[in-house]
């Protein structure tokens, strides 16, 4: 049976609905952050960076100290930080400043809000609800992905010989203070490799231990 007009204008509202979602998530490329590429060549984006932990959800997966669903950590890696097209990126140990950090969540609530708001009503709920477990961290999906999140960039900053922690003077106690917690209960074999790679760029003069 043919479908009503009705439900003809409402398919196509939501598919415009969906695309103009879609454009706007384009802008995330656009947003810098401060770490570098392993290889040095220039900074990461933020769109990259969600890529990259939707790929290192796949794969550490097996490692996570909790049972998940791995296609809920990859959505929920995936659309973490579509927030960042308003709030920006704010650099990670700039947050351990509480003034900071509470400018974030409000920027960020007022972002999702508008960005979550463009899509169709279910789909827009489903990005929320992703975005809201990811944000309150009271799951084990939500727990690996913060793990994932904050040891990508620790990953990369210790690959690349640790320049953007030399440039804003981030410390071997620093990181360790702002990603140990998230990263060794959650994934302890990723923890444990990771410590011993800060320590040899400790070792090799790359960054300062304290």
């Given at each position: 049976?043919?479908?009503?007009?009705?439900?003809?204008?409402?398919?196509?509202?939501?598919?415009?609905?969906?695309?103009?979602?879609?454009?706007?998530?384009?802008?995330?490329?656009?947003?810098?952050?401060?770490?570098?590429?392993?290889?040095?060549?220039?900074?990461?984006?933020?769109?990259?960076?969600?890529?990259?932990?939707?790929?290192?959800?796949?794969?550490?997966?097996?490692?996570?100290?909790?049972?998940?669903?791995?296609?809920r950590a990859v959505a929920m890696a995936l659309v973490h930080d579509i927030v960042e097209i308003d709030a920006g990126d704010t650099f990670a140990y700039a947050q351990m400043d509480p003034?900071?950090?509470?400018?974030?969540?409000?920027?960020?609530?007022?972002?999702?809000?508008?960005l979550f708001g463009l899509l169709p009503a279910a789909t827009g709920a489903y990005f929320r609800d992703l975005w809201d477990d990811y944000e309150a961290g009271g799951t084990p999906e939500a727990r690996f992905v913060m793990a994932v999140d904050r040891s990508a960039p620790m990953l990369l900053n210790i690959t690349e010989g640790g320049s953007a922690w030399r440039e804003h003077g981030i410390t071997r106690e620093k990181v360790i203070a702002r990603n140990g917690r998230h990263v060794e209960p959650a994934i302890p074999a990723l923890w444990a490799e990771l410590l011993a790679r800060l320590d040899a760029a400790v070792a090799q003069g790359a960054i300062p231990e304290v």
């Open positions: 049976m043919p479908e009503s007009p009705e439900e003809t204008d409402v398919d196509a509202a939501a598919m415009r609905a969906a695309l103009e979602f879609v454009l706007e998530a384009d802008r995330l490329k656009g947003v810098e952050r401060r770490n570098w590429l392993a290889d040095g060549s220039r900074r990461e984006n933020t769109a990259e960076h969600s890529w990259h932990l939707g790929v290192m959800a796949m794969v550490l997966a097996p490692f996570a100290a909790e049972p998940i669903d791995v296609g003034a900071v950090a509470a400018a974030k969540v409000e920027a960020e609530q007022r972002a999702a809000d508008r």
